[in-house]
């Protein structure tokens, strides 16, 4: 079919005395050119995969207990598309570069950019928070607030304007 596109990416991680080769197919169906990937990068461990595309759209990957395949966390828009009106420029929304950051939470921070502008993200899956009717104390009703279902988030710490020519 004409309408679709095979890439495959193939990259050797090397992390202490072991090597692991890996493979990223992805299946463009009817896909726009705003899909096609612009940027990928590696966490430092090798557990967790990044991917940018031309659209702005970040898709983070992890690699569950050392297995073999990366599993999608989930995806978040890092730019839109800009005008500059001191160079009369339209900024892409392209993302050029993702580069995790070293951490020891249980959140990934990467760095994200596009032609003009840099956004630290704090992403991972994290537990809703529910609330939920807790009984009543001397005929006033108290909400309990629960833990609820895990849900994958994405949170810009900072951004960088103008940070890059």
Same mark, same amino acid.
């Given at each position: ?18 090597? $692991?080769?890996? @493979? ?47 599993? $999608? ?23 050029? @570069? ?11 921070? $990467? ?55």
């Amino acid at each position: 079919n004409d309408a679709s596109l095979l890439l495959v990416l193939s990259f050797a991680v090397a992390h202490r005395h072991c090597t $692991m080769d890996w @493979k990223l197919n992805q299946e463009l169906v009817n896909g726009t050119e705003n899909e096609t990937l612009s940027a990928i990068s590696f966490s430092e461990d090798g557990n967790y995969l990044a991917t940018g595309d031309k659209g702005g759209i970040v898709c983070l990957y992890n690699r569950p207990n050392g297995e073999d395949g990366y599993k $999608m966390l989930g995806s978040f828009r890092s730019h839109e598309p800009e005008f500059d009106y001191l160079k009369s420029l339209e900024i892409e929304e392209k993302i050029n @570069k993702i580069k995790f950051l070293k951490n020891s939470t249980k959140h990934q921070f $990467m760095l994200t950019t596009n032609d003009k502008t840099i956004k630290l993200w704090k992403c991972g899956n994290e537990y809703a928070r529910e609330c939920v009717s807790g009984g009543s104390v001397k005929g006033l009703s108290v909400p309990r607030v629960i833990k609820g279902k895990k849900t994958f988030k994405s949170t810009p710490r900072r951004i960088f304007a103008n940070a890059h020519a």
